[in-house]
Structure formats: C-alpha cells, structure tokens
C-alpha cells in the first residue's frame, strides 16, 4: 500500500529526512537512495508518495518514493 505525506526535514549533507503522512502518525525516515528520481533534491513540504519498509535494524522507512505528479517505475526483474 503506498503512502503519501510532506517532506519537513531534509538534511542534504547526510542525503535524509523525514516524512510527516498525511493523516497522521509518526515521522517516516527517507533516504535519498529510497527515492526513485534522484536527480532531483528534495525540498522541504514536497508531497512525497512512498512505500512502507524496514532498514537492516527494524526501523519503519520510505521506499519506492516518487515526488507528486511523478509515476512509479518498477523495474522487471532480469531472467
């Protein structure tokens, strides 16, 4: 289920931040790598549509981000 929300902390130097959903909740951690356009720097209150993971340690994170009016690319898987 994908998820969207507002960009209200971006560190460039480290290349994350944070996430507020809309509706509600707790804060979501964005890593650049996460984001499938990367050529673009975030901003703070770019809406942001995002998956739901976990990092290595368990933490909630975004994934398979896209800035708005952006389409969701997924790659195929090679044969």
């Known amino acids: 289920m994908r998820s969207k929300g507002k960009l209200i902390k971006w560190n460039e130097d480290k290349a994350f931040?944070?996430?507020a959903p809309n509706g509600g909740g707790e804060q979501v951690f964005i890593h650049k790598k996460s984001l499938i356009n990367r050529h673009r720097t975030p901003q703070i209150n770019d809406v942001?549509?995002?998956s739901l993971s976990?990092?290595?340690q368990g933490r909630i994170c975004?994934?398979?981000a896209t800035f708005s009016g952006e389409k969701?690319?997924?790659k195929a898987a090679k044969k």
């Open 17 to 19: 931040g944070f996430i």
């Open 54 to 56: 976990k990092d290595r």
């Open 72 to 74: 969701l690319k997924i």
């Open 48 to 50: 942001i549509t995002f």
């Open 62 to 64: 975004a994934d398979q």
